[in-house]
């Protein structure tokens, strides 16, 4: 797969899940280093800053994307072309290493969580909180699972497609049945796509309506998320953007004088959140930014 290849799947939401945006763009960067033309080390660099750019346009909901970028950008040399096609594939190699040993201890302690006999509810679809599930499957839990479809793409579709595949009983509910899907739920798992610094999560459109239920129901509501998915940007005052998808994934054709709103993302109050369950464990989110800040200093600067 080439590099303008994986800039549109990310773009047409054929790579889904923070996590996956995250890996496949530092993935692309070995592509443009494979399919640059490039004569000197400075055009090279051009060449890979250009790359930098357009996919943080990709997706501006993505600080696991932007984070895991500027990371690898950050220790790039300035001269010598093998100076720098060596660093690059270290660091991405280094980074996609750390997801997958941070997603080990994701999965454990999500999978902790789950009980026999429970019924788990998630909305939109997370590869974390799939790999918890069928890792508590594997485990030999039973449990079952209700899950809403997330229009207007319906990736909640894919959720309950893998869990059914791994023979995890799952039923699916349309969004505006959320208050049936949780009401006999006893925990909620849901991904994150960003936090901020006041310990805000940002999940697809739903989630603080599910992140509401769950407190009038005293159903635990957690987030399962990498903590690079952190945004740095939020120290200095800034808002987490919120995508605005085009309305035509609403509705194709609707009727003159209609106007459309079509927000893919929303932001959960710290209060409704139980706890993030991280590669770090599992934090209250004051303490999760804190344990952050232990972690991984460079953020912060």
Not at 17 to 43: F, H, I, M, P, R
Not at 47 to 75: G, V
Not at 218 to 238: A, E, M, Q, R
């Amino acid at each position: 797969m080439g590099y303008k290849q994986i800039v549109n799947d990310i773009i047409s939401l054929k790579i889904q899940g923070a996590e996956n945006v995250a890996k496949e763009a530092v993935k692309s960067l070995v592509c443009v280093v494979d399919e640059s033309k490039a004569k000197t080390s400075k055009d090279l660099l051009k060449e890979l800053h250009a790359a930098k750019d357009e996919l943080f346009a990709t997706r501006p909901t993505e600080p696991c994307m932007r984070n895991a970028l500027e990371y690898i950008f950050a220790h790039l040399p300035k001269h010598k072309e093998s100076d720098i096609v060596r660093t690059l594939i270290e660091r991405v190699n280094g980074v996609l290493k750390d997801f997958a040993d941070s997603n080990k201890k994701i999965i454990e302690f999500g999978a902790n969580k789950i009980k026999n006999g429970m019924v788990i509810y998630t909305h939109c679809h997370s590869s974390t909180v799939v790999k918890i599930l069928l890792e508590a499957k594997r485990q030999g839990k039973r449990f079952e699972v209700h899950n809403t479809e997330t229009r207007p793409l319906f990736q909640g579709r894919k959720t309950a497609t893998e869990l059914a595949a791994a023979g995890i009983p799952v039923t699916l509910y349309v969004d505006s049945a959320m208050r049936l899907a949780l009401r006999k739920a006893d925990l909620a798992l849901i991904g994150a796509d960003a936090v901020s610094t006041e310990g805000k999560v940002i999940n697809k459109i739903g989630s603080e309506l599910a992140a509401q239920i769950c407190t009038n129901f005293d159903v635990p509501f957690y987030c399962c998320t990498n903590s690079w998915k952190f945004d740095p940007k939020t120290l200095f005052g800034f808002d987490e953007k919120i995508e605005m998808r085009h309305r035509k994934e609403v509705w194709d054709k609707p009727s003159k004088g209609i106007g459309i709103n079509n927000y893919a993302f929303e932001s959960v109050d710290s209060v409704l959140i139980t706890g993030i369950i991280s590669e770090l464990g599992i934090y209250k989110s004051s303490v999760f930014i804190e344990e952050l800040r232990r972690a991984y200093p460079w953020m912060f600067n």
